[in-house]
């Protein structure tokens, strides 16, 4: 089971509450990062976004942008209510509360001290590696019976094709009796894995092959 720390941000940027907002700003543009976690005597106390540093700046060529930054510190406009999540905690917790909280980020806090950050960015990162969408392939799109162990019998098909399953999740169902298997399969052509299942009485209703240099075949059936 893949954890926070699987996927955290270890090495992270951070700032103190009289951190200057221009020092603050400078480093969200030195560093391309979005998000800054403001520790206190090793402590997490706030988080500032480059949102929030925009918000305060006037805009560009008034001539007040570095006088306006330069007297506002980060304890001024620094989120204080934050939502934390422990390197222990699963992927789908920290998941779930990215997407309930429309947050970009959350920071990695263990007994109140910040030991990393986990972004939307790394969440889709861990997504491509859980499905295996790297390099070449292909994906199959089989509906099958929403009942037990048909998951089990669609592998086992292809398992009898002698081909790898990189990756594999269960999408949306079309029908409340039926759901989607979507399987990322080690080659470049599905195609005699299509004709099995088909040929087992499973629907396949699609078929996509992606090759070394990124082209992609879609083929809806």
Same mark, same amino acid.
């Given at each position: 089971?893949?954890?926070?720390?699987?996927?955290?941000?270890?090495?992270? +940027?951070?700032?103190?509450?009289?951190?200057?907002?221009?020092?603050?700003?400078?480093?969200?543009?030195?560093?391309?990062?979005?998000?800054?976690?403001?520790?206190?005597?090793?402590?997490?106390?706030?988080?500032?976004?480059?949102?929030?540093?925009?918000?305060?700046?006037?805009?560009?060529?008034?001539?007040?942008?570095?006088?306006?930054?330069?007297?506002?510190?980060?304890?001024?406009?620094?989120?204080?209510?934050?939502?934390?999540?422990?390197?222990?905690?699963?992927?789908?917790?920290?998941?779930?509360?990215?997407?309930?909280?429309?947050?970009?980020?959350?920071?990695?806090?263990?007994?109140?001290?910040?030991?990393? #950050?986990?972004?939307?960015?790394?969440?889709?990162?861990?997504?491509?590696?859980?499905?295996?969408?790297?390099?070449?392939?292909?994906?199959?799109? +089989?509906?099958?019976?929403?009942?037990?162990?048909?998951?089990?019998?669609?592998?086992?098909? #292809?398992?009898?094709?002698?081909?790898? #399953?990189?990756? +594999?999740?269960?999408?949306?169902?079309?029908?409340?009796?039926?759901?989607?298997?979507?399987?990322?399969?080690?080659?470049?052509?599905?195609?005699?894995?299509?004709?099995?299942?088909?040929?087992?009485?499973?629907?396949?209703?699609?078929?996509?092959?992606?090759?070394?240099?990124?082209?992609?075949?879609?083929?809806?059936?």
């Amino acid at each position: 089971m893949l954890r926070v720390r699987d996927a955290m941000t270890r090495e992270v +940027v951070t700032v103190e509450p009289e951190t200057g907002a221009a020092r603050a700003w400078g480093l969200c543009r030195e560093k391309n990062i979005r998000h800054l976690p403001v520790v206190e005597g090793g402590r997490l106390v706030g988080l500032v976004s480059d949102r929030d540093l925009r918000d305060i700046s006037p805009p560009r060529g008034t001539g007040d942008q570095e006088n306006t930054l330069g007297w506002v510190r980060v304890r001024d406009i620094m989120s204080t209510d934050l939502v934390t999540v422990h390197p222990l905690d699963t992927i789908e917790h920290a998941a779930r509360d990215i997407h309930a909280h429309r947050f970009n980020c959350l920071p990695v806090v263990t007994d109140g001290e910040l030991v990393g #950050i986990i972004t939307s960015s790394d969440m889709t990162r861990i997504l491509i590696e859980l499905i295996g969408a790297q390099g070449s392939g292909s994906w199959i799109e +089989v509906e099958v019976p929403n009942e037990p162990g048909m998951l089990a019998e669609v592998t086992d098909v #292809i398992r009898d094709c002698h081909v790898n #399953i990189a990756g +594999v999740f269960l999408g949306p169902a079309s029908r409340a009796a039926y759901r989607a298997i979507v399987l990322r399969l080690e080659t470049t052509d599905p195609s005699a894995i299509a004709e099995s299942l088909t040929a087992a009485g499973y629907v396949v209703t699609s078929t996509e092959s992606t090759s070394p240099s990124g082209g992609r075949y879609l083929e809806r059936r």
